[in-house]
Structure formats: C-alpha cells, structure tokens
C-alpha cells in the first residue's frame, strides 16, 4: 500500500523535476524526435493528479479544443492554459503506473498540441 509521501518520494528520486508547489512537481518528458512535454504530478492524500498543458486559452478556443480532442483523458483549464488531466489513486499503485500515467499523458498532450498546428511550447 502506498502513500502520499511514498509516492512523492518516489517520484522525487526517479525523475529530473521542479518542485513547483507543497507535493507538486514538474516533469519534462521526452515525447517523439526533439520533442517533449511538461507534465505536473500532484499528489494528493488519495490520488496522483497528472496535468499536462498543450496550449493557451488565449490562442487556441474552448470550441477548438473540443471539436480537436480525441482523448480518454479530461481536460481542464489551468493558469491560463488548456491542459489534459488523468487521476490515478495511489493506495495500491505500482511505480510503472505512475511510469505509463507520465508517458502516455505527455504523448496525447502532445498529439493534441500537434493537432492544433501548435508549436512544442509545453
């Protein structure tokens, strides 16, 4: 079983990040070519909340993001930006979970960057 600072500390000993907040961290993740996505790991009491930013609300429109978005994941806006979130509890989660939520939400998000004729700016 784990718990909020074992998966904190995991996470902490096993990737290059920023601690950017109390139990929030940035990750950078090589995604395809020379591209890679920031991706932020929060952890909460329950849960590992991933967020990965693909563009600004001020350039791309909530209508966009949605007619674009072909995704499992759910999109939240955050900070001025649109970003995909997935939520993983951690009471019993293993550490190539938290491996795979990193990778595969930096790759859709990255897609979805890709998609909208964005820029690797996330």
Known sequence: MATQNDVFSYIQ???RHEVTGAMTLKIEVPTDG???QM???AVTEHELQVTSPFA?????SAEKVFETID???GVVAINGAWALKH???I???DES???KAFAVLAVHSDDLEKSLGLKDEF
């Open 97 to 99: 979970e938290i491996a």
């Open 34 to 36: 020379l591209r890679s």
């Open 71 to 73: 995704s499992m994941f």
């Open 91 to 93: 009471a019993d989660i």
């Open 39 to 41: 991706v932020y790991a």
């Open 56 to 60: 600004w609300q001020s350039r791309v």
């Open 87 to 89: 939520n993983v509890f």
């Open 13 to 15: 000993k096993n990737y």
